[in-house]
């Protein structure tokens, strides 16, 4: 009886949490994160302000103030949570690994090229609110993370670690990524050496993102500027520019 109850009940929300949505202003959005995720939201403004990059903030009033927030406080955590649940699939993944391997396969699965890929794969590059003159290499990738942090404070961990797992092993062939190699640096001096060109790195700008120095470095072949890498060390920016 106890058990019929809870499935009755369990029901009713689900009917009421639907005519939520079809009645909400914001229906549109509860049923992109339905079709992207699996599942409606139980509380619609965390997702709203994980989709608002710093370009474009969302205003919020409260007690007769009004905030202008974005994203970056739901990257921040989500940027930690999706961190540890990688790092959980790696070593139940990869059991006899060391933990530079460990490492290693997690920063190939959080890189900000494989969430910028993850992220237009599901098509939240289409739900993110920005200026259009914004030009940023991580913006998908921030939105990916800022809505695993949304998540999370909205379903739980547990949740969170579910629906996570599932894109990774819907989108990554983690035993494939192992064999794959991200020295783009590397490659790109191999090339230049094979073929006789000079490479050179520049730092060209520095900034304070997050409370934190972000550098931008050109990669120069044969003394002509080519792409720019963006990142909070140089080594890493030279990577990204390689890449």
């Keep these: 009886f106890l058990f019929t109850g809870i499935k009755i009940h369990r029901h009713k929300m689900q009917i009421l949490k639907r005519l939520l949505v079809i009645f909400s202003s914001d229906r549109d959005l509860y049923d992109s994160i339905n079709n992207i995720f699996g599942f409606y939201p139980s509380n619609i403004m965390l997702y709203k302000l994980a989709l608002h990059h710093k370009s474009a903030p969302m205003s919020i009033s409260y007690k007769n103030c009004s905030q202008n927030l974005n994203n970056e406080r739901l990257e921040y955590l989500g940027d930690a949570i999706i961190g540890a649940i990688v790092a959980d699939l790696i070593f139940r993944t990869f059991p006899y690994k060391n933990e530079g391997f460990m490492s290693e396969m997690r920063s190939k699965i959080v890189s900000r090229s494989q969430l910028n890929k993850l992220s237009k794969h599901l098509g939240l590059d289409k739900l993110i609110q920005h200026q259009h003159d914004v030009h940023s290499k991580s913006l998908e990738g921030d939105a990916f993370e800022a809505l695993f942090g949304a998540i999370y404070l909205d379903q739980g961990y547990d949740f969170t670690t579910r629906v996570l797992r599932r894109i990774i092993s819907q989108n990554i062939d983690v035993r ?68």
């Design 176 to 243: 494939e990524l192992e064999f794959q190699n991200f020295n783009f640096k590397g490659k790109l001096l191999e090339w230049a050496q094979k073929h006789k060109h000079t490479l050179e790195y520049k730092v060209i700008d520095t900034q304070i993102n997050k409370n934190k120095k972000q550098y931008a470095v050109r990669v120069f072949i044969n003394g002509q500027p080519m792409e720019v890498g963006y990142n909070f060390s140089i080594k890493d920016a030279e990577q990204a520019a390689s890449e």
